[in-house]
């Protein structure tokens, strides 16, 4: 295993795109002045996409009858989601607020354009994290927030991974954009949901259902990967119990993520060089054909970050990271101010797409979006969903 990644038994989820190219060392450090900048170019007047998933509990069970114990032990050999450039179409998107309206319906999802409600505030309140009401104490250094999401986009699955965020709401999930929409097909995720701990095909805490994903509208409408996060109302969690006859299974529900889990905080407009823990279930193989690891298992690297730009990706203002992860790692957190003991910090990035530096067909860099007030807006009118208890 490379000495970039650390042997928690547990994977960084970070997102590698076979199309990933070969690109010149960083050059970067922390400065408040590069912070400003990055806000400057970030406008704080985001639109949001929202797109209802399950509008009800018969939407939920069905997403979760899905997910059989079968097609999820299944699952673990499909593909990984990988970041896709959205073909170039020679328009620009505006990031003016609109008024809330319908912009387009897809069987029961339906996108609405909202409003950024909260545009006066012109600062972030940071988002403290929250420690479990259910989940024993354990000497087990894994974040129990972070896990794997599994969904379909068109007829074929696909898995990220993602960790569990502290809110109003107590069942949101923050990972990729891309692990929630592909931007170059411009199709939505599909029979979503997000498993906590996930370890070697177990479900430790339950499966949660996704209700509503939440993007930037600047990533749904140009595949703008300055803006590739989404974060991900979930339904209660369940577990499947045998049930009474032969070879069948019930659903248990086990409560709100966040009772079972806790919760990552958030920061955002944080600058650049700071310390952090990324995570994730990487999978998918290198350049050369090398495939280290089998997204079976958490792990982790850290590191300080550096500003970088991509611009095949529209990416201005991004944050790389020293790091071997592969596919499968997509949308796994990056934390700050992580304490291990407790398994929680303060959610400042997520895994995007990585990079080889120096061109030797190995990823050795991951990147995430910077996040700023436009992704705290994000996040803010996603703790404002609810939904239906299973």
């Given at each position: 295993m490379s000495p970039r990644v650390r042997r928690l038994?547990?994977?960084?989820?970070?997102?590698?795109?076979?199309?990933?190219?070969?690109?010149?060392?960083?050059?970067g450090g922390a400065s408040a002045a590069g912070a400003r900048d990055a806000d400057a170019w970030s406008s704080t007047a985001s639109s949001i996409t929202s797109i209802t998933l399950t509008k009800n509990a018969a939407d939920m069970k069905q997403v979760a009858?899905?997910?059989?114990?079968?097609?999820?032990?299944?699952?673990?050999?499909?593909?990984?989601?990988?970041?896709?450039?959205?073909?170039?179409?020679g328009s620009t998107a505006s990031s003016a607020p609109v008024s809330p309206k319908p912009t387009a319906t897809t069987g029961d999802a339906t996108a609405t354009t909202a409003a950024s409600y909260s545009t006066a505030r012109r600062t972030s309140p940071v988002v403290k994290p929250t420690l479990p009401t259910k989940k024993q104490a354990s000497a087990d250094p894994r974040p129990g927030t972070v896990g794997k999401v599994f969904f379909k986009i068109g007829d074929k699955e696909y898995w990220c991974s993602a960790s569990a965020v502290a809110s109003r709401n107590h069942n949101l999930v923050a990972t990729a954009g891309h692990c929630a929409y592909d931007a170059k097909q411009g199709k939505r995720a599909e029979y979503w949901i997000f498993i906590p701990g996930y370890n070697q095909g177990k479900t430790p805490y339950g499966?949660?259902?996704?209700?509503?994903?939440?993007?930037?509208?600047?990533?749904?409408?140009?595949?703008?990967?300055?803006?590739d996060y989404a974060f991900v109302t979930v339904h209660d969690g369940f577990v499947w119990k045998p049930g009474k006859a032969p070879n069948t299974y019930e659903m248990e529900s086990v409560g709100s993520l966040e009772d079972n889990v806790g919760g990552q905080g958030l920061m955002v407009s944080r600058g650049f060089g700071l310390s952090v823990f990324a995570f994730g279930y990487p999978a998918a193989p290198h350049i050369d054909g090398s495939r280290p690891y089998d997204g079976q298992k958490m792990l982790w690297?850290?590191?300080?970050?550096?500003?970088?730009?991509?611009?095949?990706?529209?990416?201005?203002?991004?944050?790389?990271?020293?790091?071997?992860?592969?596919?499968?790692?997509?949308?796994?957190?990056?934390?700050?101010?992580?304490?291990?003991?407790?398994?929680?910090?303060?959610?400042?990035?997520?895994?995007?797409?990585?990079?080889?530096?120096?061109?030797?067909?190995?990823?050795?860099?991951?990147?995430?979006?910077?996040?700023?007030?436009s992704t705290y807006l994000v996040y803010e009118y996603a703790e404002r969903q609810r939904a239906t208890s299973p």
């Open positions: 038994t547990t994977t960084l989820g970070a997102l590698v795109a076979a199309g990933v190219f070969a690109m010149s060392a960083f050059a009858e899905y997910w059989s114990p079968a097609r999820l032990k299944r699952a673990q050999d499909n593909n990984p989601a990988t970041p896709e450039v959205k073909p170039s179409d499966i949660y259902v996704g209700h509503s994903l939440n993007l930037h509208e600047n990533f749904t409408g140009r595949g703008d990967y300055d803006y690297c850290d590191g300080r970050t550096y500003r970088t730009k991509a611009p095949t990706r529209l990416v201005e203002a991004g944050v790389s990271l020293g790091c071997t992860f592969t596919g499968g790692a997509s949308g796994g957190p990056w934390l700050i101010n992580y304490d291990p003991q407790h398994g929680l910090g303060y959610l400042n990035g997520v895994n995007s797409f990585a990079w080889d530096t120096d061109t030797d067909k190995k990823y050795d860099r991951i990147s995430s979006p910077y996040f700023t007030q």
